[in-house]
């Protein structure tokens, strides 16, 4: 556990899919499914979707997200999506400073996606997502790809409502950590060449990969409300594996309510082992004339820091 880098990879993105604690990779749909399972872009509703989303992390760290999608019809839906993290200015210390010299550095964590899906058949989607993926502090970098890869079955065993997903996420080579940063003098008191200089290897570290199966039934029980239900059962190379169970309940497909929770298996202490607890939110669908907006929240219970809070915009056209 722990052992893996790019953790940043694990983060989630958007309101509707962290509200009900990302357990929807059956059902969810357009650039929202990015993240949680591409095969879901080319359901997208409209030509052209856009999301935008900003989210307090911990130990004051924010992340933004932002993401497109453009459907080309019977070729299928490309999606563009870009993730970065914000540290704020953090002190430069050294051993004879440790109280800082006076310069700021900010670490610059950005993961930029490109997504493909379309369907196999009329029930039967499927999605790929290549992420470049770049961390940077001071001078020291890493740079490394994953790819994560879907598929989104509707109308599971013949029974209306019923979804079956399934995504491996985060697949790729060993990353490792290299620039000047890392150059260090060379003592030797015998030499008469001057100074001589080497370079630390940093260690190569695996990507955080995780293949996740889950479950949607979806029913409008009237007119006006709709609700669904979702499970998820998520195997992780350097984690805990995790069971997630999350719904919606919607009105007149404008207002939506969203809950969700996870529970880590084989932890021997939940809250050191998952510091994130349930997850709430709500969303609301405004139609323009040809534009809809849709605005989207989401509130995630966390031990030992600030609680979560994600605000999202979607626009489709």
């Known amino acids: 556990n722990g052992t893996a880098g790019a953790q940043e990879l694990l983060i989630p993105v958007g309101a509707k899919g962290m509200a009900m604690a990302s357990t929807d990779i059956a059902g969810i749909t357009g650039v929202e499914a990015l993240y949680y399972n591409p095969a879901g872009l080319s359901g997208m509703e409209g030509a052209v979707e856009a999301s935008f989303s900003i989210m307090n992390y911990i130990a004051d760290v924010d992340l933004v997200y932002g993401a497109v999608g453009i459907n080309l019809g019977g070729i299928g839906a490309l999606g563009l999506s870009v993730k970065t993290l914000h540290f704020g200015d953090i002190p430069v ?16 964590f950005t993961v930029l996606g490109l ?63 290299e620039g000047p940063d890392l150059i260090r003098t060379a003592v030797d008191g015998n030499s008469l060449r001057g100074p001589q200089f080497y370079s630390i290897d940093g ?103 600030d609680d979560s809070q994600v605000f999202a915009l979607r626009l489709f056209f």
């Open 203 to 305: 260690a190569a570290f695996e990507l955080p990969s995780q293949l996740a199966l889950g479950m949607t039934y979806e029913q409008q029980a009237s007119e006006a409300f709709g609700w669904l239900v979702t499970t998820a059962y998520e195997s992780n190379n350097f984690a805990n594996d995790a069971w997630r169970f999350g719904g919606e309940v919607g009105w007149n497909q404008m207002f939506f309510l969203r809950a969700g929770y996870a529970f880590v298996s084989q932890a021997r202490d939940d809250k050191a082992e998952n510091i994130f607890g349930p997850t709430f939110g709500a969303g609301l669908n405004l139609n323009a004339g040809s534009l809809n907006l849709v605005f989207d929240y989401a509130y995630r219970l966390t031990e030992y820091f």
């Open 93 to 108: 210390t050294t051993v004879e400073r440790p109280e800082g010299t006076g310069a700021f550095f900010s670490p610059r």
């Open 115 to 177: 997504s493909y899906s379309n369907f196999l058949t009329a029930s039967i989607k499927v999605g790929v997502t290549f992420n470049l993926i770049s961390e940077e502090i001071m001078s020291t970098t890493a740079t490394g790809l994953g790819i994560d890869a879907g598929v989104q079955y509707e109308r599971f065993a013949l029974v209306d409502g019923l979804k079956l997903g399934l995504v491996l996420k985060n697949f790729g080579p060993q990353m490792s950590f």
